[in-house]
């Protein structure tokens, strides 16, 4: 897997292109990208695939085993695991951090964290999904020449509210849910008397037609 590479291509980024590695889905040619460029800083292979596999992909030995998220659910759902190769051994020996990653990894560290803390909003966890590295690498690197993971008081308190609003929006969602299904009930039902009105005042104009002979 760590020999995985990927098609390189260029796309658009906000307002500035990045070059960017390329994962095509096996079975249904979705597209996933992952700019691994921007300016003059380049991350590793390896990188991609962290990314990808953060991302719900299936990183396959070759593209012919890669699968989007939507065609790697069945799979795991079912209990099935992607063979490794026959010539490829049980288990891989975990990738070790070599100084290429290192120094990419300090010079995150050094645009999102000073005065013995992170800047809003970044974490060891945030600092590994953007790079796509593990998140010990992040943690290792900053004990070693930062200091401590620290938090931000801002940060912090936007947390604190975050996690007393979910619960409320997730209520909330769920009235109206309740209230959607019984809106359509409703009109439903509606429909229904309607036609049956409009049947009643057919046979209302038949009658009156008959008394008036």
Known sequence: MSNRTFPEVTIKAGDQQAKAMRIVCSECNAVGYYAFQTGHKRRPPIAAVQYFQNKDWVV????????????AKPSRRKGT????????????KPREMTREDRRIINDKLDE?????????PWTDSAVARDLGVPRDWVAQVRDQFFGEAGTNPLFDEYLAAKALIEPQ???????????IKHFEACTKDLAEIR???EGLRLLGRRIEKEIGK
């Open 112 to 120: 999102v964290y000073g005065n013995g803390a992170y800047k809003t």
């Open 169 to 179: 929006i997730e209520a909330a969602l769920a009235k109206q849910d309740l209230a």
């Open 195 to 197: 036609k049956q009105l």
């Open 81 to 92: 695991k992607a063979m490794p190769d026959a010539t490829a051994p049980a288990a891989e």
């Open 60 to 71: 396959g030995s070759t593209p012919r085993k890669d699968l989007c998220p939507a065609h």
